[in-house]
């Protein structure tokens, strides 16, 4: 049930007005915050499909007492065929704490769904739990005489700043996709186009390029301003 129970109610992404900061949280896996949703004692899983190549931020509330070394959250990303796929990201907190972040996880291309796992005891349970994606994708189609190009946000976080590229084009001004959103741009040109500068809340994507003949290319890991990937508060 609590399997069950996780997988029905895990967001992608906080609610407007949630406060990272606070110890309880408006909405997540339970709409009462003091409510503990995934319980234990054991370990609680749920899946969700994937945004392949898209850089993922968990940050999860602990219910009760504050939990310890002896539990863990934290995602993993699987294939097609259920087997894992890249690193496991999980954290074990160092000291007794109410929230733990892990940041900046970048789903493998080849990863079909990721799973978000939590360690429960009978005195520890988690109450809220974030799960934000960041990521967009470039497409491009030929017409007669003219390139469509669209890119479209396939995160839930809005990204800032993104400046496309294309060989025979003129520039384009920057511009900004909310979740979910497209931009789609049309010029005389025959590409590729490049994609660059995304900002999301905690740094840079990589450069995307696209090609009609060549297919995509995804540029460096995501960039984030200073800290760790994996903290505890």
Same mark, same amino acid.
């Given at each position: 049930m609590r399997e069950v129970l996780c997988a029905l109610l895990l =967001?992608?992404?906080?609610?407007?007005?949630? $406060?990272?900061?606070?110890?309880?949280?408006? +909405?997540?896996?339970?709409?009462?915050? @003091? %409510?503990?949703?995934?319980? +234990?004692?054991?370990?609680? @899983?749920? %899946?969700? $499909?994937?945004?392949?190549?898209?850089? &993922?931020?968990?940050?999860?509330?602990?219910?009760?007492?504050?939990?310890?070394?002896?539990?863990?959250?934290?995602?993993?990303? =699987? $294939?097609?065929? +259920?087997?894992? *796929?890249?690193?496991? &990201?999980?954290?074990?907190?160092?000291? #007794?704490?109410?929230?733990?972040?892990? &940041?900046?996880?970048?789903?493998? @291309?080849?990863?079909?769904?990721? #799973?978000?796992?939590? *360690?429960?005891?009978? #005195?520890?349970?988690? $109450?809220?739990?974030?799960?934000?994606?960041?990521? &967009?994708d470039v497409a491009l189609e030929a017409g007669q005489d003219t390139l469509k190009i669209t890119v479209t946000n396939t995160g839930s976080e809005p990204l800032t700043g993104l400046k496309l590229t294309v060989t025979g084009c003129a520039d384009f001004p920057p511009f900004d996709l909310k979740d979910q959103e497209q931009v789609v741009r049309t010029c005389a040109g025959s590409g590729p186009a490049q994609v660059s500068g995304a900002l999301y809340w905690n740094g840079a994507l990589p450069d995307v390029s696209e090609s009609l003949d060549l297919g995509r290319r995804v540029g460096d890991q995501p960039q984030h301003p200073g800290g760790r990937q994996l903290q505890d508060r």
């Open positions: =967001l992608l992404g906080p609610p407007t007005g949630a $406060d990272p900061t606070m110890p309880g949280c408006l +909405g997540g896996i339970a709409p009462d915050p @003091r %409510a503990g949703v995934v319980i +234990g004692p054991g370990t609680a @899983r749920s %899946a969700l $499909d994937v945004v392949p190549g898209g850089v &993922y931020d968990l940050s999860v509330w602990a219910g009760s007492r504050a939990p310890g070394p002896a539990t863990a959250t934290g995602l993993r990303f =699987l $294939d097609g065929a +259920g087997v894992q *796929t890249g690193r496991t &990201y999980a954290l074990r907190p160092a000291r #007794e704490t109410k929230r733990q972040n892990s &940041y900046g996880m970048v789903a493998p @291309r080849d990863a079909a769904t990721v #799973e978000f796992f939590a *360690t429960t005891t009978t #005195e520890i349970h988690w $109450d809220c739990v974030f799960l934000r994606v960041s990521a &967009y």
